[in-house]
């Protein structure tokens, strides 16, 4: 199974300031996606951002972002203009393929706890 | 919009009960996972099916099984709870770019 570090257990951020969550991750594969799923205290998990690989480009969704660095294997979120509602836990996501049939699993890592100060 | 349902929010369980926690889905998706989620140590996978009667273990497999008689659910089952299997429980289904999360169940094995 491939790994994915989250090395930051908890952070917090002013309202309206930026935050940069990281993420790294092991993989042999060359082509696949990125995950950033929130998880706000009412428990839903919901996708944040998606990267695929192949692409150069890093993500953007609306004031979320991604700076993605394919050979360090790393894949940061940055909130820009944080708000009170992005106070979260964040998960950094991997899809791990099973080739049995095509399909993966996915592999998290262990979240980070996000704060938003008023 | 996909929705991915479970059962019950919250349940209370006596060690030694044989509890299912159900989870179906709208979207017609074949791939179908469960996850426990403990404080500290994210999400673990414990079984996952990509298709009707077909399962695969994940990382966390042991007191657990699973049946995907149908397409649109999956059921994971503890056959005898124990204290040790308290826990947030979370279920998803998926495409192959997007995984959509049910809302979890907490039990409590008492």
């Known amino acids: 199974a491939q790994t994915v570090t989250q090395s930051q257990p908890e952070m917090s951020v002013q309202e309206a300031e930026t935050v940069t969550l990281s993420c790294t991750y092991d993989?042999?594969?060359?082509?696949?996606?990125l995950f950033w799923y929130k998880q706000p205290p009412s428990r839903q998990m919901i996708l944040v951002i998606r990267?695929?690989?192949?692409?150069?480009q890093n993500a953007t969704e609306n004031r979320f972002s991604v700076n993605f660095q394919k050979a360090a294997k790393s894949f940061s979120l940055k909130i820009s203009d944080s708000q009170l509602g992005d106070a979260a836990m964040y998960f950094c996501?991997?899809?791990?393929?099973?080739?049995?049939?095509?399909?993966?699993?996915?592999?998290f890592g262990k979240g980070t706890k996000l704060s938003v100060i008023p | 919009d996909v929705k991915v349902t479970q059962s019950s929010r919250y349940l209370v369980k006596r060690t030694g009960e044989k509890v299912f926690l159900e989870c179906v889905q709208d979207?017609?998706?074949?791939?179908m996972f469960w996850y426990r989620q403990d404080p500290g140590l994210g999400l673990r996978l414990i079984y996952f099916?990509?298709?009707?009667?077909?399962?695969e273990k994940g990382d966390i497999p042991e007191g657990y099984s699973v049946s995907r008689e149908k397409k649109e659910r999956f059921s994971l089952i503890l056959e005898s709870a124990s204290t040790n299997q308290t826990s947030m429980y979370l279920c998803?289904?998926?495409?192959?770019?997007?995984?959509?999360f049910g809302q979890g169940t907490r039990l409590t094995v008492v």
């Open positions: 998803a289904s998926s495409t192959n770019t997007e995984a959509f």
């Open positions: 993989t042999s594969e060359s082509d696949y996606y």
């Open positions: 990267q695929e690989a192949y692409k150069q």
């Open positions: 996501a991997y899809p791990d393929v099973f080739s049995g049939a095509g399909s993966y699993q996915l592999t």
């Open positions: 979207m017609d998706h074949e791939n």
């Open positions: 099916s990509y298709d009707v009667k077909m399962k």
